[in-house]
């Protein structure tokens, strides 16, 4: 099975909020990520956050994480057109692993 | 520019012909990974090295695939006897280590192979 699971679609109005949610499986995973894909791009470290921590804000951005669960998710505020991409979520303690990636659409 | 760099971006080969890519790490990483990327897949783990040892490979790594990094800076990935089902982006990252846990791995642009 996937170590990694995520959601392969989502749609938003340009203003609202987005939440991309995660689940993994592996209990040892030190770091967990967040990389942005844009069309024909590489991928682009978005924000990551220690297992031993439960909420990281930086900007628009808040990751939440619940360890007992191994659930993530990332909350995009006052979403933009131009935060239309694939977001992918990742897990890590020494080799870092990806879910499938989820395809954010952000309509005007 | 301090950042992963792969070449080439771009590689058109024959089936059953052997290619090479190459990655440069961001200088003060000590791990580098690879990873294939096909399209509306997340990357996939095929290697990665701590300095110069090569500390796991994925099952995915059939044998026609081999990567080294011989000096601990630099790797290669080749690919021997490349099928149609090798098409996909190849992917470096790099991190450290050095604080005793693993920071964040920063992605290269890729080399895209297409097996014709």
């Known amino acids: ?108 | 520019d301090t950042g992963v760099s792969q070449n080439p971006r771009h590689k058109i080969t024959k089936r059953g012909q052997n290619v090479t890519f190459r990655c440069d790490p961001i200088s003060e990483h000590n791990r580098l990974y690879w990873y294939r990327q096909t399209l509306g897949q997340g990357p996939e783990f095929l290697t990665y090295f701590q300095n110069e040892a090569q500390l796991e490979k994925s099952r995915l790594l059939s044998d026609r695939f081999s990567a080294e990094r011989p000096k601990g800076s630099f790797s290669t990935l080749e690919i021997q006897r490349t099928e149609q089902g090798d098409s996909a982006m190849y992917l470096c990252a790099s991190s450290s280590t050095q604080t005793g846990v693993n920071t964040e791995a920063f992605f290269g642009q890729g080399t895209r192979l297409t097996v014709v």
Not at chain 1, 13 to 37: A, H, P
Not at chain 1, 44 to 50: D, K, S
Not at chain 1, 68 to 94: P, V
Request: glycine share 6%.
């Open chain 1, 1 to 108: 099975g996937e170590d990694v699971e995520q959601s392969l679609f989502l749609s938003v109005r340009e203003g609202d909020s987005s939440v991309i949610n995660c689940t993994y499986t592996d209990s040892s995973s030190t770091y967990l990520y967040w990389y942005k894909q844009e069309p024909g791009a590489g991928l682009q470290l978005l924000t990551y956050i220690f297992s031993n921590m439960d909420m990281k804000q930086d900007q628009r951005l808040t990751v939440l994480l619940n360890k007992k669960d191994k659930h993530l998710s990332l909350r995009i505020a006052d979403t933009q057109t131009g935060d239309s991409a694939i977001y992918f979520c990742a897990e890590s303690d020494n080799d870092m692993r990806f879910g499938a990636g989820t395809r954010l659409t952000v309509k005007p």
